[in-house]
């Protein structure tokens, strides 16, 4: 089982660290370079939720967006 979302998929996704250097032109330095990019990962918030599913209560691994959604849809 991976880390992903059992409603809508959702699931951990790739980015870059960038590193901004050295002090901004309006602050008086000689204005931010970017350093050297290295990778990272964007992790889902997920939550154990029990859910009705068709008259039966199951046990979901849910991301915090579905469980917003599932608020609205509730209210």
């Known amino acids: 089982m991976g880390r992903n979302c059992d409603i809508c ?16 032109k309006k602050k008086g330095g000689t204005g931010s370079k970017i350093g050297v990019k290295t990778k990272r ?4 918030n997920l939550h154990n ?3 009705e599913v068709n008259g039966a209560n ?5 991301c915090s967006r579905c469980l917003r959604t599932m608020e ?4």
Not at 58 to 62: D, E, H, I
Not at 72 to 75: E, F, L, T
């Open 49 to 51: 939720k029990v859910i």
């Open 41 to 44: 990962l964007f992790k889902v």
């Open 58 to 62: 199951k046990k979901m691994r849910v």
């Open 9 to 24: 998929g959702r699931g951990t996704s790739v980015g870059n660290n960038v590193p901004r250097k050295g002090l901004a």
């Open 72 to 75: 609205k849809i509730r209210d």
